[in-house]
């Protein structure tokens, strides 16, 4: 798969001020990564509806220009998660850099995402005592949206659990299966990225099974029955309860 998108988040409640100043200071951070010489144009991939997350694709006739910004923007997040200086970088970058930095005053975290990694910069640039993230083999179950096959192809899974949008990064191989299961409920299986502080889930990478799931009737739960019938002249269950509670 092509290696080249970017996604900055911003996570927490955002206020409409901190997102302007992070888009603005994200988009001067690529502007910096990318040389004038590269011919690379940056257009949105993706927008998140319900958070601050947006997903840039790099295109260019020579894919391997792209490459070595992401490559460049993956060395800037891993520097900020480790709090180290970004001597390396022109001050473009650094200042770039440092804006997204001050926004932490406010927000909860701010990651940086790509095909390969994740790096986290949490509130007040306060660090974990372990890794920003944590990588195990897992399965995780939602509803599969915004699905993208322009150079790669990743989607959005959006989790049953905490209904937050996980990206998953596919292989060109299981491009036709994700025809199948776009919009529909899937448990999707790979390497699962998780926040180490919360435990939630970040990323999906190196898939190797998406299973559509059926999907649940509206108002079936009324059809749900109990482990034994119940007969006329039986002992109601909220008594029984009772009884026990005051026992």
Sequence with gaps: ?????????????????DLAKGIAAFR????????????????????????AVVTLRGEADDPAAVERI????EKVGAALERKEDLYQFDKRVYRAANAII?????????????LASDYTIYHNGHSPDGPASTVSIGAITGR?????NRSG????L???????????????????????VWGRRATVTGRVSR????????????????????????????????????QPGDRLPEDIIRELRDA
């Design 1 to 17: 798969m092509a290696k080249n998108t970017l996604t900055f988040e911003l996570g927490g409640q955002i206020a409409i001020d």
């Design 28 to 51: 001067r951070l690529v502007n910096g990564l990318t040389p004038r010489s590269a011919g690379v144009a940056w257009v949105v991939d993706d927008l998140q509806p319900g958070s």
């Design 70 to 73: 992401v490559d460049s923007y």
């Design 102 to 114: 001050s926004l932490t005053g406010t927000t909860k975290y701010v990651r940086f995402q790509t």
């Design 144 to 148: 599969v949206q915004t699905l993208s």
């Design 153 to 156: 192809l990743r989607f959005n």
């Design 158 to 180: 959006y989790d049953a659990l905490h209904d937050k949008a996980v990206a998953c990064y596919l292989t060109p191989e299981m491009e036709e299966t994700m025809r199948e």
């Design 195 to 230: 926040d180490a502080k919360t435990g939630l889930p970040i990323a999906i990478r190196q898939i190797v099974d998406v299973k559509a799931l059926p999907e649940t009737t509206p108002g079936s739960y009324r059809e749900a029955r109990g482990a034994l019938p119940w």
